[in-house]
């Protein structure tokens, strides 16, 4: 592990962000957030990358941690279902990676201040 003289870590280079990016990207397009207990060391490893890398990448580039990376990325795609087709919450939720409909339903009022189905209706879809 790198340290820089003033005993930070040093920012990824283009090359490491880079490769993340697109592993991530990867991982997206697979639906790898849709396992569910998923841990940053779980994803880091399905990744291909150490999971200090990931950490990091979230860090500067996602000014997120982990969780709240991974929470937001499973409520988008649960947007994205309930305003595409009428897949019924209780899918959603498990396709989505989450543990059950009401911590689906918990998480998505947290970011979004209205339910699933609520988000679903004010979309236009009932």
């Known amino acids: 592990d790198a340290t820089a003289t003033d005993g930070t870590t040093p920012r990824l280079s283009p090359e490491v962000t880079s490769q993340i990016t697109a592993a991530i990207a990867q991982w997206r397009q697979a639906k790898g957030y849709g396992a ?3 841990t940053i060391i779980t994803t ?3 990744l ?17 941690t982990f969780r709240v990376w991974l929470s937001n990325i499973r ?8 305003s595409e087709a009428d897949y019924s919450i209780e899918s959603i939720a498990e396709s989505c990676g989450f543990s059950s409909v009401s ?3 918990e998480k998505f009022k947290a970011s979004t201040g209205m ?5 679903r209706e ?3 879809r009932i």
């Open 36 to 38: 569910q207990n998923l």
């Open 44 to 46: 880091a490893e399905r």
């Open 48 to 64: 291909g990358i150490p999971k200090r890398q990931l950490t990091q990448y979230l860090t500067e580039h996602e000014g997120s």
């Open 75 to 82: 409520i988008e795609e649960a947007k994205r279902m309930l």
């Open 103 to 105: 911590w689906m339903r």
């Open 115 to 119: 339910t699933p189905a609520e988000w």
């Open 122 to 124: 004010a979309q236009g």
